[in-house]
């Protein structure tokens, strides 16, 4: 009796679609995700097409989800966040995280390059994601983005509303001014498990536009950039009425 035949080692698709979570019905799509221009017969098969959709989908999906998950934002400041969410950067950082570059089809010239460029990390996110789109539909695609994109805006809001606003504030108060910013607590909202509170910056006497926030810090960065902005003449950002 022979001994079974080895079991074939997974495909570099195969291998790809447990990296996405999500296993294509039609692996066309996927295939075509994966070719660079250099590795196609001809450009109509490569991951062009599917990339300029994928940067469609992916723009619509991070508005809607910023939408929702800030309602207290205004315009300016949820395009700010989306154009770093969705930059090119971030697409591939997400690529090389999940090492997207394992399974790219690349042509002779590309392929013997030491390390794949960001740009092309880049096309590959956006060209997965108008895959799963047109094979799975939206909310497939949205579940796929969700899961990677949702991180990355917190990382972005987080910076945003970091130490900068405050540092900044102090460094504006202390040399013009001679004082130190103070923050005052003007109320709170919701239960104990998700509350928001609304906080002001003061120079001396003087008070700035209050913010609301998830948390205090939340709110303190908010009133900071209110104060920051109207001290320069800029439009407040946050209103807190």
């Excluded at 895959?131 to 990677?148: K, N, P, S, T, Y």
Aim: hydrophobic letters at 40%; a negative charge; charged letters at 25%.
């Amino acid at each position: 009796m022979s001994e079974p035949s080895q079991r074939e080692a997974p495909s570099i698709f195969e291998l790809c679609q447990d990296v996405l979570g999500y296993t294509f019905r039609n692996p066309a799509y996927l295939r075509s995700a994966l070719t660079h221009a250099s590795g196609a017969d001809h450009r109509l098969a490569s991951n062009e097409r599917l990339e300029f959709l994928g940067d469609a989908i992916l723009g619509a999906i991070v508005c809607e989800l910023l939408f929702l998950k800030f309602p207290e934002y205004l315009e300016g400041e949820l395009t700010r966040i989306k154009s770093v969410v969705v930059s090119r950067r971030t697409c591939a950082k997400i690529s090389e995280r999940l090492g997207f570059e394992e399974f790219l089809i690349f042509g002779k010239g590309m392929g013997s390059q030491e390390s794949t460029p960001s740009s092309v990390l880049a096309d590959v996110f956006e060209s997965l994601v108008g895959a799963i789109f047109l094979d799975g539909g939206m909310e497939a695609a949205r579940r796929f983005i969700v899961e990677h994109i949702e991180a990355e805006i917190d990382e972005t809001v987080e910076g945003s509303m970091g130490t900068n606003h405050k540092s900044n504030l102090q460094q504006i108060a202390q040399r013009q001014f001679g004082e130190t910013p103070t923050y005052l607590l003007l109320d709170e909202k919701g239960p104990d498990h998700s509350k928001c509170f609304k906080m002001a910056a003061s120079i001396g006497k003087q008070h700035y536009p209050p913010a609301w926030g998830r948390n205090k810090k939340d709110a303190e960065q908010r009133a900071a950039l209110n104060a920051l902005s109207q001290l320069t003449g800029e439009p407040i950002p946050f209103e807190a009425e």
